[in-house]
Nanobody
Framework: QKQLVESGGGLVQPGGSLRLSCAAS????????MGWYRQVPGKERELVAQIKSDGLTNYVDSVKGRFTISRDNAKNALYLQMNSLRPEDTGAYFC??????????????WGEGTQVTVSS
């Protein structure tokens, strides 16, 4: 069964850093788009950062210049480096693979999420 497992979340003070990792159970070479989403209670899940197979990245305005998304296909992994964290960055962060339409990730997948809490 295809799986995405996030790790690296935790409690951090404002201004601190965290690095989220997402480990995939299947190769990511055929995946065109991967991303990190954030969800807080009572709100819809929102896209935080996205990366395409050609390396092109996209970020929500609130994290530009502070977060960096990267992927390592050889390690079947996706990362999110989060610097200068703010309380409003708090939430559950989910790894996502966009549907490829064929193969292991035909229908895409979501991880179970990892909690990030930014508080003093």
């Amino acid at each position: 069964q295809k799986q995405l497992v996030e790790s690296g979340g935790g409690l951090v003070q404002p201004g601190g850093s965290l690095r989220l990792s997402c480990a995939a159970s299947e190769t990511l070479y055929a995946v065109h788009i991967m991303g990190w989403y954030r969800q807080v209670p009572g709100k819809e899940r929102e896209l935080v950062a996205q990366i395409k197979s050609d390396g092109l990245t996209n970020y929500v305005d609130s994290v530009k210049g502070r977060f960096t998304i990267s992927r390592d296909n050889a390690k079947n992994a996706l990362y999110l480096q989060m610097n200068s964290l703010r309380p409003e960055d708090t939430g559950a962060y989910f790894c996502h693979v966009d549907p490829t339409g064929w193969g292991a990730w035909k229908f895409g997948s979501w991880g179970e999420g990892t909690q990030v809490t930014v508080s003093s």
